[in-house]
Nanobody, 119 residues
Framework: QVQLAESGGGLVQPGGSLRLSCAGS????????MGWYRQNPGEQRELVAT???????TYADSVKSRFTISRENAKTAVTLQMNNLKPEDTAVYYC?????????????WGQGTQVTVSS
């Protein structure tokens, strides 16, 4: 089990920036994917960005060229740099990790951090 904790959310104006951080309780030595998802009440949680242990990244089309996901190589930690924020980016952002530990894959979630983009 890997415990995750998000931080860095807050209120920003459109066009502003925020950096979200997610820290895990331990180091993962196996294959893994860490990512950020977001969700608003009554809506499905959606993928924002992911990064694998090899450094491969994926982004939702809506955040490409604005958000950047990165990781700490030796730690279970991931960061989401969000630039040029838009009101539609408002959501609770959740950190996620999927990792393989014999004999199966595990999926863990953080508790979420609120991001509000408003003038």
């Amino acid at each position: 089990q890997v415990q995750l904790a998000e931080s860095g959310g807050g209120l920003v104006q459109p066009g502003g920036s925020l950096r979200l951080s997610c820290a895990g309780s331990g180091t993962i030595t196996s294959s893994y994917t860490m990512g950020w998802y977001r969700q608003n009440p009554g809506e499905q949680r959606e993928l924002v960005a992911t990064i694998t242990n090899d450094g491969s990244t994926t982004y939702a089309d809506s955040v490409k060229s604005r958000f950047t996901i990165s990781r700490e190589n030796a730690k279970t930690a991931v960061t989401l740099q969000m630039n040029n924020l838009k009101p539609e980016d408002t959501a609770v952002y959740y950190c996620n990790v999927e990792f393989y530990r014999f004999p199966r894959w595990y999926t863990n979630w953080g508790q979420g951090t609120q991001v509000t983009v408003s003038s």
